[in-house]
C-alpha cells in the first residue's frame, strides 16, 4: 500500500511532537472524571435545575386543601353550517363546575 509522503511526514511529525513534549505540559490532563466536574460546572442547565429545585423546595405545603375547581363549557350536535341552537333539537349546551373531594378521613 502506498502511503503519500506527505502523509508519511505528518505522522512523523505527530509522533515527534507527541514523545518530545514535556511531562508538565499534560499535568493538567483531560480525564473522564475532570470533564464531567467541568460540565456540571459551567453547564448554566445545571444551574437553572438547582434554581427551580429551590423554588419548588420554597412553595408552602398545601396539605389539607382541596384541589382547584374545573369549570366546563360543552356544546354538543351544533350544526356547524348555521351554529345555530334552534335549528337541531338535539342541539345541547352544556355548563359544568366540578370539584374533587377526597373520601372522608383521607385528609391529612
Keep these: 500500500m502506498h502511503v ?3 502523509v ?3 505522522l512523523a511529525l505527530a509522533a515527534l ?6 511531562n508538565w505540559l499534560w499535568a493538567d490532563e483531560l480525564t473522564l472524571t475532570r ?3 467541568l460540565a456540571l460546572q459551567h453547564n448554566p442547565a445545571m444551574a437553572a435545575v438547582t434554581k427551580n429545585a429551590e423554588a419548588m423546595a420554597a412553595i408552602p405545603s398545601q396539605a389539607g386543601s382541596l384541589p382547584d375547581p374545573t369549570l366546563s363549557l360543552n356544546v354538543m350536535n351544533l350544526p ?3 351554529f345555530s341552537t334552534t335549528q ?3 342541539t345541547q349546551l352544556q355548563l359544568g363546575v366540578t370539584q ?3 373520601f372522608p378521613g ?3
Design 88 to 90: 337541531e333539537a338535539m
Design 4 to 6: 503519500p509522503n506527505k
Design 106 to 108: 383521607s385528609w391529612s
Design 100 to 102: 374533587a373531594i377526597p
Design 8 to 10: 508519511r511526514h505528518l
Design 17 to 22: 511532537i507527541s514523545v518530545a513534549t514535556p
Design 35 to 37: 470533564a464531567e466536574a
Design 80 to 82: 356547524v353550517d348555521t
